[in-house]
DNA sequence: CACCCGTGGTC
DNA sequence: TGACCAAGGGT
């Protein structure tokens, strides 16, 4: 769950899915779409999905505990170099280079490193393999050491080299520039999408509501159904390909919604449906409007229910 | 290796 | 408001 995901985020999700399933035996045993349902509003859902994979490998394949050898665990999948050493050292105690993105940024402040992340990634294991040597019987506190050295003191923005405990040795602090690290190589200007989303209701208040495919944006998460975002042409037709004669549009207005990687403007649109002329298909079905906020929406499509719910509630309906 | 994948907080 | 950031991993 911390995987690029702050604490506070994470905490009440890792509570409630500690209490859910104790083990990694009751992960395993716990259906998917349950899982991806409590994952709901934690983002990058592919996670989720690894995880559960990476439960039903360890119950099948290591009798239900984790293997101790970095060579193992990172064949497990959702885990990777990082997750791999952590385990190894926090969990075993075992010596391990752990390199998180706190672990990077003190390395390229203490080497003054002038290559740029991602590409000093190797330059950067290769140091840290050095702070990892010769630590004693506790191997586990180095990484979390270094990693809370990191989030409190070695921080992106000012960071407080008065109480570093390795200032001495830090390239950066001695040209007195450490802002300055780690270079980041520029990143690609974040392009904008734009696309349609349609809350669609019968008369009898049920909103037609869908799974979304495994290898897309919101993989396996439920969402509303709407056309693609890759493109500027209105692909309304295509989306409602299994919606027969949805008249009389409502255009609620947009909702703009910022990803990683691009900027997602949707028009929001609102019709009533005949429930006896609605055809599903296998991914579609109809829910309550009183239990649409128990689905799981990812954050997109609370959005865009909000904005609807909001609109009905405070009378401005223009019918 | 470059790109893809969410969300909420901070300055 | 926007850019940056967070206990990264998969393809």
Redesign the pocket.
Known sequence: M????????VKSYFERFTALWPTVNDLAAAPEDLILKEW????????AR?LYKCACAVTKEYGGIFPDTEDEL?Q?????????A?ITSIAYNKQATVV???VE?IVSRLAALEEPL??S??TIKELAVHLYQDIGPRASDMP?AL??L??MICT??SPTCGLCPISQYCKARKSGDQEKYPV?SK??P?PTRIGEVYWLETSSGEILVEKRLND????GMMALPGSNWDNNASQEEEALSSITHVKNWEECGKIK??????TLILTVRKAGISKKNLILNKNQHLVSIKDIGDLGF???Y?KVSNMILTFDSSGNRNE
């Open positions: 911390l995987q690029q995901t702050t604490v506070p985020a709901a509003g934690l983002g990058y859902y592919a996670r690894n990172i497990l999948p959702g885990i990777g170099p990082y997750s791999a952590a998180d993105g706190n940024r991602p590409q990634k190797k979390q990693m809370d990191g989030s992106p923005k980041k990143k690609a974040k897309r944006m919101l993989g919604h910022v990803f990683t990687h691009f990812p954050s997109l609370k």
